[in-house]
């Protein structure tokens, strides 16, 4: 009996070990798992047309936010999360300044739905493609926390560093959804082809210089956007700074970025005409010289309304093309080992 009895008792113990310990986890509801299984397992046509998609979704979003503000229409739904008190959406008595800032705030919601359907094609890829799943995520948590940021705007009557934040949100963006464009398309990262070779040091520290300085007068932009006019309601507060000086400071790293770029674009002059490396430096040039040609204008013909909406797609471009300058500079190709090394 006693043997029965210790007995008894290992094989309780070992029972209770085995169901907190080592006991499976229970399955999946039937209907998760039949929804997980016709969601891919590799990349696919559709995921990299989402990521477009959310890259020039973003853009846009930019630019109807500038059309917000050069219309005036930045208080045209004066309350948040409603359009107004009694109303989720504008009305036929708000006018065009109702439909303008409404319009606006329904492309958020368009977004966020680009980026979820993204994290769910990407859901059985979370493990393998580590990086396509975490910008995904990052994309689709960072629209509700810009929508927040957009409502205070409005609480606070346009406070033109809100504002600013809000815009440097969207620009964030812009350059998440570049690089998740290059890893979805395997031209950067992990996936990128075994056969390419990595920038030369030189020209990678030239793509961190010229990506920094993009950034920099992207964020320094906000400053002379915050001193100017355009604030998006003729009631709205403006930055306490000079004008002239803002606009001299914020010009410092455009210089430097052309600069850079044009070197680039040197000392990738003879590489093959399809490389992607050469053709990011082209890109970058151009969507450079074409940014300041539309900044210099609108500054010297006192900062017409269309000049501004321009400038506002060149900002969302250079943002993009730094990105895929510095995204293929650093993290696409192996470095070239000498023979017999």
């Not at 010229?210 to 001193?227: K, R």
Request: hydrophobic share 50%; aromatic share 6%.
């Amino acid at each position: 009996m006693e043997l029965k009895g210790v007995t008894e008792v290992s094989h309780s113990s070992k029972a209770s070990q085995g169901t907190s310990q080592g006991a499976p986890q229970p399955p999946l509801p039937n209907t998760v798992r039949n929804i997980t299984g016709k969601l891919p397992t590799a990349v696919t046509p559709a995921i990299r047309r989402l990521s477009i998609a959310s890259l020039l979704g973003q853009g846009v979003l930019i630019v109807s936010g500038g059309v917000v503000r050069v219309t005036g229409s930045g208080l045209g739904c004066p309350t948040w999360p409603k359009c107004t008190a009694e109303s989720l959406t504008n009305t036929p008595a708000m006018g065009i300044h109702g439909f303008i800032e409404f319009a606006n705030r329904t492309l958020t919601f368009a977004l966020a739905a680009v980026g979820l359907a993204l994290l769910v094609m990407l859901w059985n890829l979370r493990k393998e493609r580590k990086d396509l799943f975490w910008l995904a995520f990052g994309l689709l948590a960072s629209i509700p926390a810009q929508a927040v940021i957009g409502g205070i705007t409005v609480l606070t009557g346009l406070n033109p560093y809100v504002v600013s934040l809000h815009f440097l949100v969207s620009a964030a963006l812009v350059v998440v959804s570049m690089l998740l464009v290059n890893r979805a398309y395997g031209r950067t990262g992990s996936t990128s082809p075994a056969t390419a070779v990595r920038a030369r040091p030189l020209v990678r520290q030239l793509s961190v210089v010229a990506a920094v300085a993009s950034y920099l007068a992207v964020v320094l932009g906000t400053l002379v956007t915050g001193s100017g006019p355009h604030s998006g309601d003729s009631t709205s507060p403006r930055m306490e700074l000079d004008g002239y000086l803002t606009t001299r400071i914020h010009v410092v790293p455009v210089y430097v970025l052309v600069a850079t770029a044009v070197l680039l674009v040197i000392l990738l002059w003879r590489s093959p005409r399809g490389d992607m490396l050469r053709n990011a430096a082209f890109l970058l040039v151009v969507s450079v010289l074409f940014q300041g040609f539309i900044g210099y204008w609108q500054y010297f013909t006192g900062i017409p309304v269309i000049l501004v909406g321009v400038h506002m797609l060149g900002a969302s471009l250079t943002l993009a093309v730094a990105t895929n300058l510095i995204d293929v500079a650093l993290r696409r190709g192996k470095d070239v080992v000498a023979a017999g090394s």
